[in-house]
């Protein structure tokens, strides 16, 4: 499946899920690779420029269940 910023997943099945999303950023990562953890995510900012002439960025989720009972939302609000 594959959603943008505020997107919702109507009629999701029950089970296991992990949240994986990518972005670009135009400002050069402080360190040629970095990767933390941040609120349960794994964050990495390639050191070098895409073919867009941007940083790639992602951001990884552990997995997760999802019962198909009741709704499940996870947000990824802080700044670095």
Known sequence: MVAGIGDEFVETKAGWYAVHFLWSITDKPNHPMTTFKEDG???????R????????????GKPFYYS????AAINFEKKH
């Open 49 to 60: 420029k895409d073919s867009t002439g941007k940083f790639e960025t992602m951001a990884q």
């Open 41 to 47: 995510w794994f964050i990495q900012y390639a050191g």
């Open 68 to 71: 198909g009972k009741e709704d």
